[in-house]
Structures are given as structure tokens and as C-alpha cells.
């Protein structure tokens, strides 16, 4: 066989051997299956406390992730393997979020990218679930390197008023105020069900935080008031002409000499060091995200540091997170 054949194959049987784990990882987090298998189940006892599903499409299930090493068995019962109970134990941290993004939204866009391409239909608006709660739930992922950084920066810089665009569920606000007990925030989030979420997770810490359910440009709190403001995983979501309008608009908002902090997956990023050697999934990110009406994809770095020095940033710094997907850039507005 010809050499380029044979690499085609190859390319073409992993091509079909991970989308095969994504529908199983999918199809467990719907059913359930990950928490059920906790413990050993034949068969026979899943369909018992399941009667209405299909025999046999279970067994096929059953059997492929014990092929994908998902599952061990022993006569005839089945039980999470280590990488198993890795997905029910990560579950949370984005990883359900993410694997539902890929099966029900990625590859349903991708399969009209020649009718797009060609100009026959046009981008439409991003489903709704995805853009307000999926994004939200799948940056989970980033937190475990995210919250360091962000730790050492406020202990560093000795923030006190931190403003949080986007806040999503809050978590980063909520565990800011728990370590420095002098500092205060308030978290912006447009979607008024994960505000709300926020707003009821806030516990003990009432007073110390304030929830918003408004878009930030209709937030007009005291000028110069806050020493922080960060904008996580949602610059994308703005128009380059926005993007300018945005950083000016939360700039006011700024004390002198405050910061800017902007979390951003990046496409186009020259390799370093990094745990898994691939920029494909933030490429493919951008992809996606382009395919819809109002968004441009994910920017390069040279237009992160251009969009800050356009806005009258300063002291730009630019922070890789661990695997070279997410960036950091933190600006400071000027003195006078």
C-alpha cells in the first residue's frame, strides 16, 4: 500500500476511534451511566432499573466502552475503569459541559461548513443553551490553573474592589473574598438564571459581593472605583469595534493604576512549552465560534496587545496557562 494511503487510513481509524469516545462520554453523562457503574451491574440489572431502554443498543454501548478501557468486566458485570471514574470525578469541572458541546452543537455546525462556506445559508445565532450556559460550564476546566494565577496577582497587587465581567456562576469572585478578607466585588453576568445561581451561592458572603444581571455597557457604577476588572473566556463574544468600546467603558471604571485582566484562548500561538503538543482545539474553537452571526473567532496575540494599546493600556503582561490554550493579559490604566 502507498505510503500516503496507509497514513490516510491511519489519520482516518483514530478519526473514528475518538469520536467513538465522545459518544460514549456523551451518552454515559446522559444516562447517567458513569455514577451508576460506580459499583459492579450486569447487564441485566441496568435494563431492571431502566425498563424502557433499548437491549440491545445498551450492549453495544457496554461493550464499546469496555473496548475504549472506559469500563472493566468480570462475569458478565461491569464497573468504571481508572479513566472511568476519572469522568464521573471530573464531571463537574467542566468536563460534562464540554463533551455536550461537542456532540450536540460542534458537529451538527461543522456538517454545514460547505453550505456556509459557499455563501448558500447564512451564519446564524448561536443556540442559545451553547452561548449561555455550555461556554459558562465548560471554562470549569480552566479553573484548577486559572486560580493560582489569579491568587498571586491579588496578593501581589494587593486588589480590594475587584470587577468581574461575565461572572458566570461567580466561583472566582466567591473564592477571591474568601482568601483576602478585606476585598469586595461585584460580578456582571448578562444571563439572568446563572445570576441568579451566582446570587444564591454567595453564602456567608453577603455584603462582601454584588450580583448584576446587566450587559456591561449598561453598567454605569462609580468611575475610577475599581482596582481590578476581569474579563474570563468571553472577549470573543464582542466585535473587534466592541472589543474597543468595551476596554474604553471598563477603563472608566478603573482607578488609576488599576488592572485589566483578560483570559483568552488564543489561535495562531508559536509553541513553547505545554503539556499536550497540539494547538488544534483552540483552532477548531475558533472555527466554530466563527461560524456563527456576531462572532470573528478566537483573536491572536497581536490583536489582544494592539486592542490594549489602542485603549490607552499600559505595562502589558502576557501569562500562558500550563497548556498554551488559555492566555493571561493583564494592563494597568495609566496614572494620570
Known amino acids: 500500500m502507498e505510503i500516503g494511503m496507509l497514513a490516510l487510513l491511519g489519520k482516518t481509524v483514530s478519526l473514528m476511534e475518538n469520536l467513538g469516545f465522545l459518544w460514549l462520554v456523551h451518552t454515559g453523562f446522559e444516562l447517567n451511566l458513569w455514577e451508576s457503574l460506580g459499583e459492579e451491574k450486569s447487564k441485566q440489572k441496568i435494563l431492571a432499573e431502566n425498563v424502557n431502554w433499548?437491549?440491545?443498543?445498551l450492549d453495544h454501548w457496554?461493550?464499546?466502552?469496555?473496548?475504549?478501557?472506559?469500563?472493566?468486566?468480570?462475569?458478565g458485570n461491569y464497573q468504571l475503569s481508572k479513566m472511568g471514574r476519572a469522568i464521573q470525578d471530573y464531571r463537574d469541572y467542566g468536563l460534562e459541559a464540554m463533551?455536550?458541546?461537542f456532540a450536540l452543537h460542534w458537529g451538527p455546525c461543522f456538517g454545514q461548513l460547505p453550505d456556509l462556506i459557499r455563501g448558500e445559508i447564512p451564519r446564524e445565532q448561536m443556540d442559545r443553551e451553547m452561548?449561555?450556559?455550555?461556554?459558562?460550564?465548560?471554562?470549569?476546566?480552566s479553573e484548577p490553573f486559572v486560580w493560582p494565577l489569579?491568587?498571586?496577582k491579588c496578593a501581589k497587587d494587593r486588589w480590594s474592589n475587584v470587577l468581574d465581567v461575565?461572572?458566570?456562576?461567580?466561583?472566582?469572585?466567591?473564592?477571591?473574598?474568601?482568601?483576602?478578607?478585606?476585598?469586595?466585588?461585584?460580578?456582571?453576568?448578562?444571563?439572568?438564571?446563572?445570576?441568579?445561581?451566582?446570587?444564591?451561592?454567595?453564602?456567608?458572603?453577603?455584603?462582601?459581593?454584588?450580583?448584576e444581571s446587566k450587559d456591561v455597557f449598561d453598567f454605569?457604577?462609580?468611575?475610577?472605583?475599581?482596582?481590578?476588572?476581569?474579563?474570563?473566556?468571553?472577549?470573543?463574544?464582542?466585535?473587534?469595534?466592541?472589543?474597543?468600546?468595551?476596554?474604553?467603558?471598563?477603563?472608566?471604571?478603573?482607578?488609576?493604576?488599576g488592572q485589566i485582566g483578560i483570559l483568552t484562548a488564543l489561535r495562531g500561538v508559536t509553541p513553547s512549552f505545554q503539556i499536550f503538543k497540539t494547538h488544534i482545539p483552540?483552532?477548531?474553537?475558533?472555527?466554530?465560534?466563527?461560524?456563527?452571526?456576531?462572532?470573528?473567532?478566537?483573536?491572536?496575540?497581536?490583536?489582544?496587545?494592539?486592542?490594549?494599546?489602542?485603549?490607552?493600556?499600559?505595562?502589558?503582561?502576557?501569562?500562558?496557562?500550563?497548556?498554551?490554550?488559555?492566555?493571561?493579559?493583564?494592563?494597568?490604566?495609566?496614572?494620570?
Open 54 to 57: 433499548n437491549p440491545l443498543l
Open 62 to 75: 457496554l461493550e464499546q466502552a469496555k473496548i475504549q478501557e472506559l469500563l472493566v468486566s468480570n462475569n
Open 99 to 101: 463533551y455536550k458541546e
Open 131 to 141: 452561548e449561555n450556559e455550555l461556554i459558562s460550564r465548560a471554562s470549569k476546566a
Open 150 to 152: 489569579l491568587k498571586g
Open 166 to 211: 461575565g461572572c458566570g456562576e461567580a466561583d472566582f469572585l466567591r473564592r477571591l473574598v474568601e482568601e483576602f478578607p478585606s476585598l469586595k466585588g461585584v460580578g456582571l453576568e448578562i444571563n439572568s438564571s446563572v445570576a441568579n445561581r451566582a446570587a444564591a451561592q454567595i453564602g456567608s458572603n453577603q455584603g462582601r459581593i454584588r450580583i
Open 220 to 257: 454605569t457604577d462609580t468611575l475610577e472605583q475599581y482596582d481590578c476588572c476581569l474579563l474570563n473566556n468571553n472577549i470573543y463574544y464582542f466585535s473587534r469595534v466592541k472589543r474597543v468600546e468595551l476596554l474604553n467603558h471598563l477603563k472608566n471604571l478603573l482607578s488609576p493604576g
Open 282 to 336: 483552540q483552532n477548531l474553537m475558533s472555527f466554530f465560534l466563527s461560524c456563527h452571526e456576531g462572532f470573528e473567532g478566537l483573536p491572536l496575540e497581536e490583536e489582544m496587545i494592539d486592542l490594549l494599546e489602542q485603549t490607552g493600556f499600559t505595562q502589558i503582561e502576557v501569562i500562558p496557562l500550563p497548556f498554551k490554550v488559555s492566555h493571561y493579559f493583564f494592563a494597568r490604566k495609566p496614572l494620570d
